[in-house]
């Protein structure tokens, strides 16, 4: 028999394939050559150092926001609201970055965790609501998307506006970016937040499957009763993973004002990182270190989809399918399964 | 320029089909090359990014470049796009790089830092360093004009402006219109309304149906997508009564398309910025090596790259085009110095 | 007085900002009443919007004042084809149906652009010949206070999105379809031993919501931005899925959260010009459908029980 | 012999990784009622899906009536008139008792609407005359267990069953209910219908069915005549072991008073009041049964002791000290261990490994955590010697609780709360579902906790449970103890007359 693990292995490799199958297809189809196209998207993502410090620059908030939905998700909450909880974390850590001059040692973690009490905050709001009123995480997170879309945007224009669109730069003891990285990899906007990025994922695996906050969270996640039964308080646990499920997003929102962007910008609409926060964490099993290598293929897929049409000529819409695919493959794992175990079958 | 001049009929060459013809079989490409990166709006955002390709495009095309080694542009989906655009450009060895748009200013200003051997142009905003150079337009003195225009042709003496997000730029816009208006008759009243956005047309619709219910007959937007709902309200009230006036400015572009309704057209006029232009000039000038690094170009009205469109003749009347010409006229000899911020725009009325 | 002055001028915007809402809303209601949840009903109305503005596009020449009804029904059609794909992985490939809803949006934007770059060389389509328009209905406008409010500058599409919601109504509480699909989305174990196939129950409810979700797309595309881009479709069915919830899976509760959101929606716009609201900042205005509604679900409207089964794959003689 | 209506031979049904069914035969006929009888696990249900289409046989034959069939879903089976009621009910909770029935066979009217005027009034009719009492147009989610099971059968024969199956229909009743089940039974049997019954229960089988069929571990043993064999030849063919049906034990030796409850209130969600000004005392070294219909605040009860719900008034107290609207946290420190009613629901974390679901109430302390950081070692130690000393039949601690038995899961849920060495064990419906051999098991358990001088609670609807275990019984009725009685100065009737809410003067009389 395939072991479980195995399982769990083969799936996102099977639908990484998929994906890209289904990716050289539609290329064949409308006149590409998709050799090119994903020799571009290779080069444009791996191709020497800058684009491979892109890469990981890009999987950073990326790791991050999937840790952030895969936590709720195994307390059995979906938190749709990464989205919203990286706006506020990225303002929350470039407003501290502006304001207070500290040595850096202090500066930068304080700023950090300024963005993750900030994420942690707006996401506090869901898990109150649900917790005390049953009211749907889904249909609250979204709404706070949108207030924290506006409210960011209206701080920014109302307080930090520095020039255009955007905020004053944070002070130096506040950032993320170094020479070192950035020569190391020939100019590229790469920053220690991959660091933050590997912290946070230790942190979720350890406290989830080595502590009895975890024991407690998971309890909830996959039976409330039971754990209610069992003495835990379920609305505790509900606003404790909805807490922690913020903070990590706000914390995603930190690695942009102090990472890559060191500011922040007014934005028309959403960053896409909480959105695409839940594939990573679908198609890393929702657990800690699945959605760190899922994060890296998703920043190797946009940031080398950026080189497809100008080498290649091929629309970089062409990635926002390759994803999708993969995603619903993962989804649908199943059919993955059946398909698998079939074949082992006809071999016996 | 070579001699082909027993080929076919002369006189209808123009300067540019002589050099396509001739470039193909022998004269050699300059060795020079150009990009851009857009903004989040994308290469063909019907608006300046668009303007700024088609500019070099033209001037690609002018000088025999190839698409993809002559000339290029990167486009950005997202403002985390704009530095691995950049970078792009600089490995593939671009000479001149165009920064599309205020929102660029951080990443050309960083990326010019890093590579002094590379000449860069940001367009919309100012950046000082020897190997940039900085294109804004006096959006002020069109928007003035579409001011004057939009005062003429009011009849309820209430006109509109729709902005996108408050920022110094559209309030150059709203300023440089109000003074338009006044200029002409200081008690017309100007509404001023902020989407906050530039993507949300339904925002633009309500705006515009909440205005012209209210008497408001003349719309003036810079305010990009969301412009798009102010056409489609004046166009869906055309259409329910084709005498209603109810009349659109459009911005950046001639967005004369855009308000065609039936036979009717509801773009009185649009303020059109010619980034094409612009990039087209700053190309040529860094090509012929005076690229003008350090420098500021506003480039406005007498560099026409900054106009007034007359596509709708039947709206924009004769009488309008005349007088729209005359206080151009003032404005290109200096005798009207338009304001550009909220404090100019007080004094400039108390001055009338 | 104020007041009526006030509704007088929403009401119209009201009725066409929640029209789009309430078609994919009640798509929704059908998808996840048969217990499949649709966080896709986004994509399903990019792909309606995205189809729309195409037909339009293409047809207007043909059908001339035909063609936004031909292109409403032409995005029905493809939404709801498409929507096959949710139905195909949620349903017989057990998918997680909330990721599965993720890879839809996605690919629908991602789907759309692309041909959209492929059919027209640019991102964004032009400006359609032939949309919607307002109509003011006879006689019935010429109601006092009443008229103006609701019969006046209103689109059809309004009127048809409520009537459907009223007709979805009499199909889940009336009908003999109506009774398995919420049997089906409750207790597909029952309903399945009472030999009902549950696979094709929530084949038709997923489908249906994409037809839905496709008018509602469409219906946006047709009456307010008149053409297609990535930016076009940016939340509205994300709002629709929030009607649902909030709307207590009832098409009609749907609806009046539709409705609600379009009347926060434009008291944000309109509320400016009363003075009221003229000395309140913009961002207030801006955010106060969403705290409305948060307020609502958790003040007066309480706990929503959802169907019994939402999300789980039915497996045959699993427990 | 060929008035079979149903015939199945030489079934073979396999699961991944398991055979459900080997080989089994079982012959029904014509106005029968014939029992099927097996372990938990033997393949009872697996069978009887197999028959109603929900599984596809691997192989073996189906006939009715004579003539070979497939069935391949339920729809097929309705049409060959056979109908199932499920183990676990199959009805739609916000649904009405017609609207249940006619599910998938609706009536139309004009338009294609329903029409449930006309569907109410036949299955009236039809209630009528089976004696099936039950209101069309109440909720399902309002009506009582016994009258779902109405509901269900009602189901079937609207249908128009001929042959019905029903899978342990007495599990979840109370003995009036049952009774009065018998009672509909005998009249389906009388009308024509023949009937298959699944039941753990051998003295049912005896009362009522005319043969059984005997499978052990997915084969078949045999078929017997009802009126030819007993009670322990059925139990050894069941089980291949004797089996002793009265539960052995000892003089109670009650010292001194553990639980004491004064005067307590309880409220259900509703905000009915369930519990009403109830006294109970539970000595150390005793355990008192509490009898009572279900629905009687029961469940109020225990979750009020335990802290899952608040009471109104009234005192709790554990070896004197107050712990009514304590934290069940707190509650469960202080001494108090819990079998929960719904295993499924409260007693485990289906997707949790045994070993986790193990220490559910102590992973916080030591040795199990240190610091709040888990020790999985100590909790796997715990687990292989819990799995051992109370014989868990698991493949490992890692195994997921969700594939375990019924009963093993039980006893896994056991294991975990004796282990604590509560001052008070209750055990709500220990027993529900499982066979013979597992009821056994834990009825000896609770025994052998009362000799170590633990005060047992044991809430049970089962009369039989509650007479063999108990040293003595508190019968509750409307939120109140009625009556507290010894079991062996009571008999069936008179606890089944309290239960009723007689008096006890009343019951005593008859
Ligand atoms: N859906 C299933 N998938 C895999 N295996 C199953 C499934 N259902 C039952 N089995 C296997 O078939 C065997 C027989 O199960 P079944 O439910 O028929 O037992 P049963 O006799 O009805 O038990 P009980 O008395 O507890 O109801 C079980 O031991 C189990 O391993
Ligand atoms: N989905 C499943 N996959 C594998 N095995 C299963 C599944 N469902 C049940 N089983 C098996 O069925 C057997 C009988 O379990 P079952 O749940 O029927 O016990 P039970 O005593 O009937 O419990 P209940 O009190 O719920 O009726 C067990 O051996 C279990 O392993
Ligand atoms: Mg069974
Ligand atoms: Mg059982």
């Known amino acids: 028999m395939f072991s479980n693990r195995k399982f769990n292995l083969l799936v996102p490799l099977f639908s990484i394939l998929l994906g890209f199958l289904v990716g050289a297809i539609i290329m064949v189809v409308f006149g590409y050559s998709p050799i090119d196209g994903y020799t571009a998207l290779w080069n444009g993502a791996f191709g020497n150092a800058y684009y491979t410090g892109e890469t990981l620059r890009q999987s950073i908030p990326l790791a991050l926001t999937g840790l952030s939905i895969a936590f709720a998700f195994r307390s059995g909450l979906f938190n749709i609201g990464a989205e919203g909880q990286v706006f506020v974390g990225w303002l929350a850590a470039v407003w501290f970055g502006i304001t207070f001059d500290l040595p850096a040692v202090i500066h930068l973690p304080l700023s950090i965790l300024v963005a993750a009490l900030a994420g942690a905050l707006w996401a506090f709001v869901p898990g109150l609501l649900k917790a005390t009123r049953g009211v749907h995480e889904v249909v609250v997170t979204i709404m706070m998307n949108y ?82 039964y069992a003495g835990m308080s379920v609305k505790k646990n509900i606003i404790m993973a909805m ?16 990472g890559t962007f060191g500011a922040m910008h007014t934005h028309a609409g959403f960053s896409n990182l909480g959105f695409d926060g839940i594939a990573v964490a679908l198609l890393g099993a929702n657990t800690a270190i699945g959605s760190v290598l899922a994060a890296l293929l998703f920043g190797a897929l946009k940031v080398g989809s950026l080189s497809m049409p100008p080498v290649a000529g091929v629309p970089s819409e062409l990635v926002e399918i390759v994803i999708a695919i993969i995603i619903f493959f993962v989804a649908s794992s199943y059919i993955i399964r059946w398909a698998v175990l079939r074949f082992k079958k006809e071999e016996k | 320029a070579c001699g082909t001049e027993d080929e076919e009929p002369a006189e209808e060459t123009d300067d540019e089909t002589t050099e396509e013809t001739t470039d193909e079989t022998e004269e050699e490409a300059p060795d020079f090359s150009v990009a851009m990166v857009t903004d989040e709006g994308g290469v063909d955002d019907r608006s300046f990014n668009q303007s700024a390709w088609e500019g070099i495009q033209a001037f690609g095309e002018e000088h025999g470049l190839e698409r993809g080694e002559g000339y290029d542009y990167a486009q950005s989906d997202d403002a985390a796009d704009y530095m691995p655009n950049l970078n792009g450009l600089i490995q593939q060895e671009y000479d001149l790089i165009f920064g599309i748009g205020f929102e660029l200013m951080d990443s050309v200003e960083q990326v010019a830092e890093s590579n002094p051997d590379t000449n860069f142009a940001l367009v919309d905003d100012v950046i000082e360093a020897d190997n940039v150079a900085s294109v804004t337009f006096a959006e002020e003195q069109g928007s003035f004009l579409a001011g004057v225009a939009a005062a003429l042709k009011t009849e309820s003496d209430e006109v509109g402006f729709v902005g996108g997000i408050t920022s110094p730029l559209i309030k150059r816009f709203e300023v440089g219109f109000v003074a338009g208006v006044k200029s002409v008759n200081p008690d017309i009243d100007v509404r001023v309304e902020y989407a906050e956005t530039f993507s949300d047309e339904q925002m633009g619709r309500s705006f515009a149906n909440s205005m012209y219910s209210d008497g408001i007959d003349v719309i003036y937007h810079a305010s990009g997508a969301v412009g798009n709902g102010i056409f489609t309200e004046a166009r869906n009230r055309i259409e329910n009564n084709p005498d209603d006036p109810v009349w659109v400015i459009g911005v950046d572009r001639d967005q004369y398309d855009e308000g065609q309704q ?16 612009a990039v087209q000039e700053v190309s040529e000038m860094a090509m012929s090596g005076e690229f003008p690094g350090g420098e500021h170009l506003i480039l406005g009205l007498e560099d026409d790259a900054i106009s007034i469109a007359d596509t709708n003749d039947e709206a924009y009347t004769d009488e309008i085009h005349e007088e729209v010409s005359d206080w151009e006229e003032q404005i290109l000899n200096g005798d009207i110095v338009v304001p550009e911020t909220d404090e100019e725009l007080e004094d400039f009325i108390d001055s009338l | 007085m104020q007041i009526i002055d006030l509704l007088q001028s929403i009401m119209p915007m009201v009725l066409f900002y929640s029209a789009p809402l309430i078609f994919t809303a009640l798509g929704g209601v059908f998808s996840e009443r048969s217990g499949v949840i649709n966080i896709g009903l986004e994509g399903l109305m990019v792909m309606g919007a995205f189809i729309g503005i195409l037909f339009n596009l293409t047809f207007a020449e043909v059908f001339g004042t035909f063609t936004p009804w031909l292109s409403l029904i032409a995005a029905g059609i493809v939404a709801g ?30 789907l759309g652009v692309f041909l959209t770059r492929e059919i027209y060389g640019s991102g964004q389509t032009a400006s359609i010949a032939e949309p919607f ?71 038709i409810g997923v489908i249906l919501s994409g037809v839905l979700a496709g008018l509602g797309g469409a219906t946006y595309a047709l009456t307010i931005s008149l053409n297609f881009s990535a930016m076009t479709i940016s939340g509205q069915g994300f709002m629709s899925l929030a009607a649902v919830i909030f709307g207590k899976w009832h098409p009609l509760g749907a609806m009046g959260a539709a409705i609600f959101f379009g009347f926060a929606q434009a008291l944000s716009v309109v509320g400016r010009n009363f003075p009221i609201f003229a000395d309140v900042p913009n961002v207030y205005l801006l955010i106060a459908p969403y705290v409305l509604t948060i307020l609502a679900l958790a003040g007066f409207i309480g706990r929503a029980e959802s169907p019994r089964a939402l999300g789980d794959p039915y497996v045959k003689g699993s427990r | 012999m060929d008035n079979y209506v149903v015939e199945m031979l030489n079934i073979r049904k396999e699961f991944p990784g398991i055979v459900a069914n080997d080989n089994i035969n079982l012959q029904l006929k014509k106005g029968e009622i014939h029992a099927l009888l097996g372990e938990n696990g033997a393949g009872k249900s697996t069978l009887m899906n197999v028959l109603f289409g929900l599984y596809q046989p691997e192989k073996g034959e189906i006939r009715v009536n004579g003539k070979p069939v497939t069935i391949t879903d339920p729809n097929v089976a309705n049409r060959l008139g056979i109908g199932m009621v499920h183990q676990h009910f199959m009805l739609v909770e916000k649904f009405t008792v017609a609207q249940n029935i006619i599910l998938g066979a609706e009536p139309k009217g004009k ?33 009582s267990v016994g009258m779902q099971q109405r509901a269900e059968i009602l189901k079937t024969l609207y249908r128009g069953a001929e042959v019905l199956i029903l899978d342990e229909p007495t599990a979840v009743l109370t003995p009036q209910e049952i009774k009065e089940l018998i009672g509909i039974m005998k009249s389906l049997i009388s009308e024509g219908i023949s009937i298959i019954l699944i039941t753990h229960k051998l003295k049912e089988i005896m009362e009522v069915s005319d043969r059984c069929t005997v499978i052990r571990k997915g084969e078949g043993v045999g078929t017997v005549n009802v009126n030819e064999t007993d009670v322990d030849e059925l139990a050894s063919m069941m089980v291949g072991r004797q089996i002793s049906f009265k539960t052995e034990k000892t003089e109670a030796n009650p010292k001194e008073n553990i639980l004491s409850i004064k005067d307590l209130h309880v409220q259900d969600i509703r905000k009915a009041m369930m519990v009403k000004g109830l006294n109970l005392d539970v000595r150390a070294g005793e355990i008192v049964g509490v009898a009572g219909i279900d629905g009687n605040g029961q469940s109020e009860l225990i979750e009020a002791i335990t802290g899952l719900r608040k009471s109104e008034s009234g005192s709790i107290q554990l070896n004197g000290k107050n712990i009514e609207n304590l934290s069940t946290r707190k509650v469960t420190e202080s001494g108090v261990a819990h079998i929960p009613q719904d295993r499924h629901k409260f007693g485990l974390v289906l997707d949790y490994p045994i070993a986790e679901n193990m220490v ?151």
Do not use: C
């Open chain 3, 133 to 203: 328009y307002t109509r003011t209905i006879p006689i019935l406008s010429d109601i006092p206070i009443i008229g103006e409010m609701f019969f006046s500058g209103t689109y059809y599409t309004s009127y048809i999105a409520i009537l459907l919601a009223v007709f979805v109504w009499f199909v889940l509480f009336k009908t003999s379809f109506g009774l398995r699909l919420r049997a089906v989305g409750e207790h597909p174990m029952a309903a399945d031993t009472n030999g009902i196939s549950v696979t094709k129950i929530r084949y």
């Open chain 2, 262 to 277: 039936g036979d009717h057209n509801v773009a009185l006029t649009s303020m059109v910025k010619r980034v094409d232009v």
């Open chain 4, 360 to 510: 559910l109430q102590t992973y916080y302390q030591k040795p199990f955590s240190n610091s709040k950081v888990l020790s999985f070692k100590n909790i796997y130690d715990h687990a292989n010697q819990l799995i051992e000393d109370y014989d868990v039949r698991t493949p490992s601690p890692q195994t997921k609780a969700r594939s375990l038995s019924g009963g093993n899961q039980q006893k896994a849920i056991i294991a975990r709360e004796v282990d604590r060495s509560p001052d008070l064990l209750i055990a709500a419906q220990p027993t529900r579902g499982l066979d013979v051999g597992a009821i056994e098991n834990i009825h000896k358990r609770l025994i052998k906790e009362r000799d170590k001088g633990r005060a047992v609670l044991l809430v049970s609807f089962e009369l039989d449970e509650v007479m063999n275990v108990s040293d003595r019984i508190a019968v509750m009725f409307d939120g109140e103890i009625v009556a507290n009685v010894k079991p062996e100065e009571t008999n069936e009737q008179e606890l089944g007359l309290l239960m009723a809410g007689s008096t006890k003067e009343k019951a005593g009389e008859n």
């Open chain 4, 111 to 143: 338009g294609r609407v329903v029409d449930l005027k006309k569907a109410e009034k036949e299955i009236a009719e039809l209630s009528e005359r089976y004696g099936l009492s039950v209101d069309p147009k109440a909720k399902i989610s309002d009506i």
């Open chain 1, 147 to 228: 207030i924290a879309l506006h409210v960011s945007n209206h701080i920014i224009r109302a307080y930090l506006l520095e020039s255009g669109s955007r905020t004053y730069r944070i002070n130096e003891s506040a950032s993320l970016r170094s020479e070192f990285l950035t020569d190391f990899f020939s100019g590229s906007q790469i920053h220690w937040g991959f660091i933050v990025a590997i912290i946070g994922a230790f942190i979720m695996w350890f406290i989830l499957e080595k502590t009895t906050y975890g024991y407690e969270l998971r309890a909830v996640g996959f039976n409330p009763h039971a754990a209610r």
């Open chain 1, 243 to 258: 807490l922690i499920a913020g903070g990590f997003a706000g914390i995603a929102g930190a690695m942009e004002g102090l």
């Open chain 3, 81 to 110: 084809i498409f929507a096959m794909m949710h139905a195909v992985a949620s349903v017989s490939f057990r998918a997680n149906q909330v990721v599965s809803g993720v890879a839809i949006n996605m690919i629908a934007v991602g």
